[in-house]
């Protein structure tokens, strides 16, 4: 900060040098600047008060003497009871300020709003002393002395506030073009645009240079001093001014107009930012701390479905309710949507202590914030503790269960198949076995679309999750606990997925490994997901698959390139060697797929919700189930793995379990082409 107006200072001094001996003299003058800008900033507040104070008493004097020298067309010297004009304006004008809290600000951040203040308590002051002028002062003082002198004290009062803004903080006028360290376009030139922009006035680090908004109306006007460009011209601005950023500053828009806006801007060479939701600024005022960057949930995500809210609190308002796997991405996200709908109860299970301590303080902090009454009991547990979850579910008798704990990592689990399992089919049978025991009413499973006809440990544990529902839905015959599933692809964000790995990747500097030039996922935004989530639970009758509309997949190579783009970097490739980022073929992992799917027979069947649909599949009767179960139980806990032995134990339990990846049930399938998006 203080380098900066030492530029600025010399750059001011300097500006018109045409000789040694000028230089020289330049550079005393900065010198000696320097020393006096140290000496002020270095004072304590009070003491800069009192200079402020101080120099505004010397103002509303030489105001009231400029205002008679004016009037009489001469040199002024007060007489008599001229004198009383002076002691009045000192009278009538401090009190006023203090109070207008004009000593308050911190004077090298004044804009328009302390501008605004010095205005209001001149005014004020004005109308004061015009009426205290006609009353107490004798009739040969001219009264247009009480008109002219306020209006001088605004000038005066005004430029010093300006003047402080100029020297000591380099982002207050023309001189800030120079210094700031990245030009920016801020694309909407509404109030969000309007507000964020006054707000980078007051950041040295960014430099306004211009508005972009898609209203003829506004072309070629300006907002504060900012001009305002149409959109076809983003291009010639970015290269004109060097635009180094550009920020969305469009809150209230639909996400897909904000995707519209993203496509328009690839290519440009600028990095892009931009500014929550309406709905998540606080009071609806709008901060430099709001600005954030552009996440691939923005690029890929949906306009959400506003949820049925009868559906949405069915299985939840006024109820006890558990969370396995809270502090997951998923099970935390069911979490904070949950306690919005009022539950009697949360009841958080976790196995990590730091995700659960994060968690349930969020959870806290929410509740006192929104006064939502919910009781909240964290619980370190692992799911596979027969006995103990037995113990948990007994004491605190959830009526509704969202079974989210499961190891989901494909290599992982595939390098740690025993544990994987034990955790997954043991974890979720130990559960449902609690649940049935002690009267929960929904017991509903998060399973992954990697459950159908898998290629790895991971997805066939949780297509064995399933079966076991499926079954023990079965036994009861539409009694007792109504089991049920909900089967999706990929959330965004979630912890390591891709989009963070090449978040990592891109922050440093490349290369961004894809581990297939054609390999495609499904994608949804974690909230749409856990919103969802509790809607399908709540449809259940006993024994549902239920599947998510997850759009169509996406191309991975295709994310990584839109990442790398939207950040501000070019792709390094043959067509561009001197790009900046490179994507590198890795080769497909262990038990990876080229595509995932959602259905095991193709025969979705639609529900009361657009985004929700059911599916009929087959499943094992229960007895026939423990038998697999307990062999591969017994395998477990010898520890010792025979991985074909394993792997033929799966088949057995799991139609269409393969280790190959390319299988010859293997079928084409579309995938969407982000560059279209």
């Not at 989210?404 to 198949?417: D, Q, S």
């Amino acid at each position: 900060m203080n380098q900066n107006i030492l530029d600025i200072s010399f750059k001011f001094f300097s500006r018109n040098v045409n000789s040694f001996a000028e230089a020289k003299a330049a550079k005393k003058n900065v010198l000696i600047f320097q020393g006096l800008v140290f000496m002020f900033l270095g004072m304590s507040r009070f003491a800069k008060q009192c200079i402020v104070f101080a120099i505004d008493s010397f103002y509303i004097l030489f105001t009231v003497w400029l205002a008679f020298a004016l009037r009489y067309e001469n040199v002024h010297m007060p007489k008599n009871e001229e004198w009383y004009a002076y002691i009045l304006a000192v009278l009538i004008a401090l009190p006023i300020f203090i109070i207008s809290g004009l000593y308050r600000s911190i004077f090298r951040y004044s804009g328009f709003a302390a501008l605004n203040s010095v205005a209001i308590a001149c005014l004020q002051y004005g109308v004061l002393y015009f009426i205290a002028f006609i009353i107490l002062l004798p009739v040969g003082i001219p009264r247009s002395i009480g008109i002219l002198q306020p209006l001088l004290l605004l000038i005066g009062i005004g430029s010093s506030r300006a003047m402080a803004r100029f020297w000591f903080h380099p982002a207050g006028l023309s001189v800030s073009q120079k210094c700031n360290k990245e030009n920016i376009l801020i694309y909407g030139a509404g109030s969000a645009g309007i507000q964020v922009a006054n707000a980078l006035q007051h950041n040295a680090n960014y430099n306004v240079r211009g508005f972009v908004d898609d209203d003829e109306k506004l072309y070629k006007k300006c907002i504060n001093g900012i001009t305002v460009y149409s959109t076809a011209s983003i291009k010639a601005v970015v290269e004109k001014s060097k635009i180094s950023s550009i920020l969305i500053a469009l809150p209230s828009e639909k996400r897909s107009r904000h995707q519209e806006i993203y496509r328009s801007l690839i290519g440009l060479g600028v990095h892009v930012r931009t500014l929550p939701g309406i709905e998540d600024i606080a009071n609806g005022k709008i901060s430099v701390s709001d600005i954030r960057e552009v996440e691939i949930e923005d690029i890929l995500g949906r306009d959400p479905v506003v949820p049925d809210s009868n559906l949405f609190k069915r299985c939840i308002d006024g109820k006890a309710v558990l969370v396995t796997g809270a502090g997951g991405s998923i099970g935390s996200e069911l979490c904070r949507q949950i306690i919005s709908l009022r539950p009697q109860q949360l009841i958080l299970v976790e196995q990590s202590e730091y995700n659960l301590y994060a968690l349930n303080n969020e959870l806290e902090e929410r509740i006192k914030n929104h006064g939502y009454g919910v009781r909240l009991l964290p619980i370190l547990a692992d799911v596979a503790d027969r006995e103990y979850m037995h113990k948990i579910i007994k004491q605190y008798r959830p009526e509704t269960l969202y079974h989210a704990a499961a190891y989901k990592h494909v290599p992982l689990v595939e390098c740690n198949p025993l544990e994987g399992l034990r955790n997954n089919v043991f974890g979720t049978l130990s559960v449902a076995e609690a649940s049935r025991s002690n009267g929960v009413k929904h017991f509903i499973l998060i399973s992954t679309d990697k459950a159908v006809r898998p290629t790895n440990i991971m997805g066939a544990s949780k297509r064995i999750a399933e079966l076991i529902l499926q079954a023990m839905a079965d036994e009861q015959n539409g009694s007792g606990t109504c089991f049920s599933m909900v089967r999706f692809g990929n959330v965004l964000g979630s912890s390591g997925s891709v989009v963070p790995l090449f978040k990592h990747q891109i922050k440093n500097g490349g290369p961004i490994t894809v581990t297939h030039q054609d390999i495609t996922r499904y994608f949804m935004t974690i909230p749409e997901a856990a919103q969802l989530v509790i809607q399908a639970g709540a449809m259940a009758i006993g024994g549902d698959v239920f599947l998510l509309d997850m759009g169509e997949p996406v191309r991975i190579i295709d994310l990584a390139k839109r990442m790398i783009e939207l950040s501000g970097f070019t792709i390094r490739d043959n067509d561009n060697p001197d790009g900046e980022i490179e994507i590198k073929i890795a080769g497909l992992r262990p038990g990876e797929k080229l595509y995932e799917e959602l259905l095991i027979a193709d025969n979705p069947i639609k529900t009361t919700h657009q985004r929700i649909f059911k599916a009929h599949e087959n499943y094992i009767k229960f007895y026939q189930l423990r038998q697999y179960l307990d062999a591969l139980e017994i395998m477990i806990a010898d520890g010792k793995v025979d991985v074909d032995e394993l792997r033929e134990l799966i088949k057995n339990i799991v139609n269409g379990y393969h280790v190959n990846g390319f299988s010859s049930e293997t079928k084409k399938i579309s995938f969407i082409d982000i560059n279209k998006l």
